[in-house]
Nanobody, 116 residues
């Protein structure tokens, strides 16, 4: 059974950085895709970044150049490095693991708050 767990959220001031981690257990990083999503209260959930098992990446226009998604295969972990954060980045961030055998598996979320 695949499980997903996010960590690394917190409270930061504008211009600072955070790195989120997504630990995937119960499977390997073979033929997978992992996406980071975020959702603020009262707003729709949006895709932030995605990475495939071959290392291909995609980013939302709003975070292009500021966020970087990467993976550590040995640790079954996907990271989201978030630089130059601003108030619009405040949201709950969720990790989603996708594979043909498991479908979509979501983590519980981690809160990111950016405020002066």
């Amino acid at each position: 059974q695949v499980q997903v767990e996010e960590s690394g959220g917190g409270f930061v001031q504008p211009g600072e950085s955070l790195r989120l981690s997504c630990l995937v257990s119960g499977t390997s990083f073979d033929q997978f895709a992992v996406g980071w999503f975020r959702q603020a209260p009262g707003k729709q959930r949006e895709m932030v970044a995605q990475i495939g098992f071959l290392g291909t990446t995609r980013y939302a226009d709003s975070v292009m150049g500021r966020f970087t998604i990467s993976s550590d295969i040995g640790k079954n972990t996907v990271y989201l490095q978030m630089d130059n954060l601003n108030s619009e980045d405040t949201a709950a961030y969720y990790c989603k693991y996708t594979a043909s055998s498991s479908g979509d598996v979501w983590g519980q979320g981690t809160q990111v708050t950016v405020s002066a």
